[in-house]
């Protein structure tokens, strides 16, 4: 069962999220860049995930406990490896690839719609206001998690364990990824091999593997089963509005035979590649 807590924990996330974007938005007059978000996207999932056990523990009273070898500190604790170790692995891929280059494409679109008003204010409220309020919302499993005092259950287990297996998913893609583009040879091509044959977004694949896993864990709470909305919103972000499509429409201008790619290889859940138009696959 969900502590009462949880209800006023939700009060709680929400300002964690207000405030941890505040300082990504803070960041950007000295990156001059509003890419830098996304940094803070990730990271920001286990600062709201860390200030709704802290003050669970402060607030639940006697018999609650943060971790521990049995019941829900359990999976509670296997929760927080699996999210750190995310949250940190990603923010790190991030700051690295963002080293050096200017603003992301997407932020550029996005920006262009300020069109004579303050850029800076129209930045707070299209992106970071708009992103405090999806962090806030996707993170809702991870407070039922926080909050809960029942027993560990095999789902919690087992959502546990889908959150490892996106995570590899998801850094083994990027590490493919960037060894490729490190490759001089392969400028201007696209990328077909490894996790990248089966998929055309074996990373954001992986991110969402992860998050439906740790929809699994809160539903093994009881309650939390009510948050299912969390993991298919952030499916739905990286398949349909701010990864996939934006990414796609670039990289078919940018990387020659991306249009052949598309044609023959899934677009997200990793299935074996079609044959090219007028072969037949052996």
């Known amino acids: 069962m969900?502590?009462?807590?949880?209800?006023?924990?939700?009060?709680?996330?929400?300002?964690?999220?207000?405030?941890?974007?505040?300082?990504?938005?803070?960041?950007?007059?000295?990156?001059?860049?509003?890419?830098t978000i996304d940094i803070f996207w990730s990271s920001g999932f286990s600062v709201i995930y860390g200030v709704s056990l802290l003050t669970a523990a402060h607030h639940c009273g006697a018999g609650f406990t943060v971790f521990g070898a049995t019941g829900a500190p359990l999976t509670r604790l296997l929760v927080a490896l699996a999210l750190v170790a995310w949250s940190l692995r990603l923010s790190i891929y991030l700051a690295i690839?963002?080293?050096?280059?200017?603003?992301?494409?997407?932020?550029?679109?996005?920006?262009?719609?300020?069109?004579?008003?303050?850029?800076?204010?129209?930045?707070?409220?299209?992106i970071y206001s708009l992103q405090m309020a999806l962090m806030w919302f996707i993170s809702i499993p991870l407070q039922t998690i926080a909050t809960a005092r029942t027993s560990v259950t095999a789902l919690g287990i087992i959502g546990a364990g889908v959150m490892a297996i996106g995570l590899g998913t998801e850094a083994v893609g990027d590490a493919q990824l960037r060894a490729f583009l490190k490759n001089?040879?392969?400028?201007g091509t696209t990328m077909r091999s490894g996790?990248?044959?089966?998929?055309?977004?074996?990373?954001?694949?992986?991110?969402a593997v992860l998050w439906w896993g740790i929809y699994a864990a809160a539903a093994s709470t009881g309650l939390g089963a009510l948050s299912v909305l969390s993991p298919?919103?952030?499916?739905?972000?990286?398949?349909?509005?701010?990864?996939?499509?934006?990414?796609?429409?670039?990289?078919?201008?940018?990387?020659?035979?991306?249009?052949?790619?598309?044609?023959?290889?899934s677009g997200f859940l990793p299935r074996r590649p079609k044959a090219p138009s007028g072969l037949v696959e052996g």
């Open 97 to 126: 690839r963002q080293r050096g280059h200017g603003e992301d494409s997407r932020y550029v679109w996005i920006m262009k719609g300020a069109r004579g008003r303050n850029p800076h204010l129209y930045a707070l409220t299209k």
């Open 184 to 187: 001089p040879a392969n400028a």
């Open 232 to 265: 298919l919103a952030m499916t739905r972000l990286l398949t349909s509005i701010s990864g996939k499509p934006l990414l796609e429409a670039r990289l078919t201008k940018t990387r020659a035979g991306y249009d052949e790619y598309v044609a023959t290889t």
């Open 2 to 35: 969900l502590h009462s807590w949880f209800f006023w924990n939700l009060l709680v996330a929400a300002a964690t999220a207000v405030l941890w974007l505040l300082v990504a938005y803070a960041l950007s007059f000295v990156t001059k860049r509003h890419a």
């Open 195 to 207: 996790l990248w044959r089966y998929t055309r977004h074996p990373n954001y694949f992986g991110d």
